[in-house]
T-cell receptor, first 116, second 114 residues
């Protein structure tokens, strides 16, 4: 079974520039998550999709971050404009999406973003 | 509010030592799930185990074992006879049946020296 695919692996941009990350979840997984992991901290949920609908985006800085999951499969996370504090690893994860919450999340390798 | 606390920031052991990673959680939900993930230097989070709130039976998988105690809201992880390949950051996480949100602790960095 192929895992969660993310690209790019690394990205360096200057502040105020824009950047986009792409994620392809495990086939058949209805739920897709984007997490932000700042160095030395645990992952923090940014947004959660169930198929192509948003379930939770309460911690997404909506003035600069946006995400979409067209057709309920691939997803894109965008930052525009980037700030220095956005430097982090952005992790995409997927799960079967059962409402009981028992299914584990499977994570991709992440995209390491450095904002200079 | 839900919260996961991993008080140990970093642990260093010598190979073949046993090591226990602590995890304490807070939740008002009666139904919830607890997870452990391993994050090696490559960065990917690897799922290790899931326990639900109704099952306090301890679990052993090879050199790994988990001790779940609802009375103390703890879900500790023990590695027996540690190996260098166990070096990683380990995260404990909590997921509520109601919110479906997975909340992580701050992680414990384990270094196993040969």
């Amino acid at each position: 079974e192929a895992g969660v695919a993310q690209s790019p692996r690394y990205k360096i941009i200057e502040k105020r520039q824009s950047v986009a990350f792409w994620c392809n979840p495990i086939s058949g997984h209805a739920t897709l998550y984007w997490y932000q992991q700042i160095l030395g901290q645990g992952p923090k949920l940014l947004i959660q999709f169930q198929n192509n609908g948003v379930v939770d985006d309460s911690q997404l800085p909506k003035d600069r971050f946006s995400a979409e999951r067209l057709k309920g499969v691939d997803s894109t996370l965008k930052i525009q404009p980037a700030k220095l504090e956005d430097s982090a690893v952005y992790l995409c994860a997927s799960s079967l999406g059962d409402r009981q919450g028992a299914s584990p999340l499977h994570f991709g390798n992440g995209t390491r973003l450095t904002v200079t | 509010a839900q919260k996961v606390t991993q008080a140990q920031t970093e642990i260093s052991v010598v190979e073949k030592e046993d090591v226990t990673l602590d995890c304490v959680y807070e939740t008002r939900d009666t139904t919830y799930y607890l997870f452990w993930y391993k994050q090696p230097p490559s960065g990917e989070l690897v799922f290790l185990i899931r326990r639900n709130s109704f099952d306090e039976q301890n679990e052993i998988s090879g050199r790994y074992s988990w001790n779940f105690q609802k009375s103390t809201s703890s879900f500790n992880f023990t590695i027996t006879a540690s190996q260098v390949v166990d070096s990683a950051v380990y995260f404990c996480a909590l997921r509520s049946y109601n919110t479906d949100k997975l909340i992580f602790g701050t992680g414990t960095r384990l270094q196993v020296f040969p």
